[in-house]
């Protein structure tokens, strides 16, 4: 097995997850084959979580805690743990979710580093994800949907949902350069994801993803997927509460079109229509399903 022998980041951003972090980094202590840099940036704005992943980290000298001053979301929480790694010179780095489990990390680490150092010799690589068994949605990788294809998507909701579903699946099996990996678990180019900090400034939560792969492109940056290794992913399906949280998800929407598509503000407004209907129909469809589990 060849080894690399510089420092690995693992950046985990937790939100009230402290007993999904207390198992992620049980599953660690099996890494046998490489240094590692584990930073936790704690999201919560709780005093009492922070105290619980005090506690939990107590006994790891390679884990460092970092409170953030407030809940900053998804890319904004990652970006401190990612700059504290920068600063120790580390060059890779795992975004991982507090719910991932992963069964050999020596394995993981292997794979999707060794080639991600490969690739990069020919290519500019931003990130490399495996297959992620994701519970509620469809898995790696992410199709890159056009405005037009955008709102097509919401107007025919249910039945796009499950033929992206059905593509998804298919495109799951194969390896190779795609549009995004999933966000909840990757290894990237620390320096790459620093330099983009100015594009998410306006996005808290949802559709990063998006943004990534977006941004790649522009920067003729590549994304790999290599569906031989895999993660588990415990993320639940959205229930009614989650998508009174849609608000996020329409500001990270207007953000991406304001920020790659500035003159298309009459797909914006259609986009960001539809998308209610769709939640409307989402809405409908899980109090039925309630219903009928009644």
Known sequence: MEIFNETIGI????????????????????????????VIVDNSNDQIEFEKLSSIISKYENVKLIKSP?????????LIGLKYLNNLGIKYSFIVNPDIRVKDWDLIIYNLLNKFIKISKEYELFSIGPYVNNAADPSSPLLRINSLMEIIYNV??????LIVRLIMKKKSKKEGFVFAVEGSFFLCDIKKYISIEQLF??????????????ISKRNNWKNYYYPKVSVQHLHKPRNLKDLKNNSFYKKSTKEFYKKFYPDRKLLISIILYTYEYRIFIKKMIIKILAFFRK
Do not use: D, M, Q
């Open 11 to 38: 950046c985990i951003l937790n939100y009230h997850a402290s007993n999904h972090v207390k198992e992620l980094l049980k599953s660690l202590e099996k890494l046998k084959n490489y240094k590692t840099k584990v």
């Open 70 to 78: 407030k809940n900053l979301g998804y890319y904004k929480g990652n």
């Open 156 to 161: 025919l909701y249910p039945i796009s949902y």
């Open 201 to 214: 400034e306006n996005v808290f939560l949802y559709r990063e993803e998006k943004f990534f792969g977006e």
